[in-house]
């Protein structure tokens, strides 16, 4: 009973019980030294809260997607594109990603980013950029 | 846009674009300096993303419902009860509070306990215990 009511958190932003997995399970999709952690699923709650954690100088995947992504920052700092603008991000900063919309968090080459992402349990796959999309969309990613 | 998509943090546990809410709008239920902050509504998603602060000595209604509640603690430290059981919370403990289980979250008395909570957008309404529960559960509580 305590295993599933309590997970201690067990060091730098992991869990006692919880994995450590790979970003993404397939595909093709560019990205960097992005880890995944499911802190609660969708058993009994029709949404999921994950924790990301993109290393110095990583980056997850340029995409969109009809569903929506909640997004808390809880580590660190860096950047994310959210359609066509660019936005620092720092500890606590709350990030909506509206349907449809590009996407990519990005951390700084000091320190990761860690954040909370909260999604609905049940949601579409996400879409990647074509080639000219992809060149629009790093432009804004120049310094 | 930028105002719905990127809500800073804005200061020690605020945000730039969300209120400050009393805890609960109606009812008789006990409870002690605890405040409420709504970070990602149900508008186009199934579930709310709240900011609870329990103020030092502060603790929250001692309730159960049907839905059930994913917390993460992000500020300070105190102590829960779920079911016949207490936890010591610290930053980043990650609880699960189960369907129809007895709970309340309380500070210590030297900082805040500051927690998200997760929970359906459509949900049942909390139940309160009898004079006998309310009695029994408190002992728990007891130094």
């Known amino acids: 009973m305590s295993a599933s009511t309590i997970r201690k958190h067990h060091g730098v932003f992991h869990w006692k ?4 997995l790979v970003y993404k399970q397939e595909g093709t999709a560019p990205f960097k030294d992005v880890t995944r952690q ?7 709650m029709p949404c999921e809260l994950r924790y990301f954690e993109v290393a110095p100088g990583g980056f997850t995947t ?3 997607h009809e569903h929506v992504h909640n997004v808390m920052v809880i580590r660190g700092s860096g950047r994310c594109v959210i359609g066509d603008e660019v936005h ?11 349907p449809m919309t590009w996407h990519q ?3 700084g ?11 609905p349990a049940h949601r579409d796959r996400p879409q990647l950029p074509d080639v000219q999309e ?7 990613l120049e310094p």
Chains 1, 2 share one sequence.
């Open 134 to 140: 992809h060149v629009a969309l790093g432009k804004l």
């Open 88 to 98: 620092a991000l720092a500890v606590n900063d709350l990030v909506r990603v509206p």
């Open 38 to 44: 499911v802190l609660f699923d969708g058993t009994d």
């Open 62 to 64: 340029l995409e969109r």
């Open 17 to 20: 019980g919880v994995d450590v």
């Open 109 to 119: 080459d000091a320190e990761p980013l860690g954040f909370l992402c909260m999604v």
């Open 105 to 107: 968090f990005r951390a």
